[in-house]
T-cell receptor, first 111, second 113 residues
Framework: QKEVEQNSGPLSVPEGAIASLNCTYS??????FFWYRQYSGKSPELIMF????GDKEDGRFTAQLNKASQYVSLLIRDSQPSDSATYLC???????????FGAGTRLFVKA | DVKVTQSSRYLVKRTGEKVFLECVQD?????MFWYRQDPGLGLRLIYF???????EKGDIPEGYSVSREKKERFSLILESASTNQTSMYLC????????????FGPGTRLLVL
């Protein structure tokens, strides 16, 4: 069974701090990696995707991918209370149609 | 903007009833997906479709069937609802490659009594 693992949290950080969310995956053939944000009672929405090893930055968000260690992370700089949500890591299995989602990490940003 | 709509936000059904959940997307996406989301378990794939009339089983297809007669529409059918099918059901769509972002509908919260 191919898996995507996340710490369920909750992860609590003060406003303005850096939030670090981590994800590990089991399939070495995985090619595409996504971070989705899900507010309570809402559906997931894409924050970032990353395909290559290294860092990818978009505003306050940075995705980091290390295929050798099979982990992907999301950093949120200058965290805001509006960032409080569940963050889902998703991994596309070996370029096929199927994407596996982690169970998500709940983030709380305290004002 | 991509829009994925689902027929109901909330549904209450009785055990044994046949339940239809419908999903429509307006972006001409090839792929459509049905997931269920339960606390602590994340999103689990029930079925997906990569073309009209084509379907593939996901991780938890038992007790469900699907239909895709038109490209924009993907239906999930619970042939005989059971209490363990109480869940949030999410539809998603994407372009053809597995590298593409999935766009989610608002979800249907189903309660089976």
């Amino acid at each position: 069974q191919k898996e995507v693992e996340q710490n369920s949290g909750p992860l609590s950080v003060p406003e303005g701090a850096i939030a670090s969310l981590n994800c590990t995956y089991s399939d070495r053939g995985s090619q595409s990696f996504f971070w989705y944000r899900q507010y309570s009672g809402k559906s997931p929405e894409l924050i970032m995707f990353i395909y290559s090893n290294g860092d990818k930055e978009d505003g306050r968000f940075t995705a980091q991918l290390n295929k050798a260690s099979q982990y992907v992370s999301l950093l949120i700089r200058d965290s805001q209370p509006s960032d409080s949500a569940t963050y889902l890591c998703a991994v596309n299995i070996s370029g096929g149609f199927k994407t596996i989602f982690g169970a998500g990490t709940r983030l709380f940003v305290k004002a | 903007d991509v829009k994925v709509t689902q027929s109901s936000r909330y549904l209450v059904k009785r055990t044994g009833e046949k339940v239809f959940l419908e999903c429509v997307q307006d972006m001409d996406h090839e792929n459509m997906f049905w997931y269920r989301q339960d606390p602590g378990l994340g999103l689990r794939l029930i079925y997906f479709s990569y073309d009209v009339k084509m379907k593939e089983k996901g991780d938890i297809p038992e007790g469900y069937s699907v239909s895709r007669e038109k490209k924009e529409r993907f239906s999930l059918i619970l042939e005989s609802a059971s209490t363990n099918q109480t869940s949030m059901y999410l539809c998603a769509s994407s372009w053809t490659s597995g590298r593409e972002t999935q766009y989610f509908g608002p979800g249907t919260r189903l309660l089976v009594l």
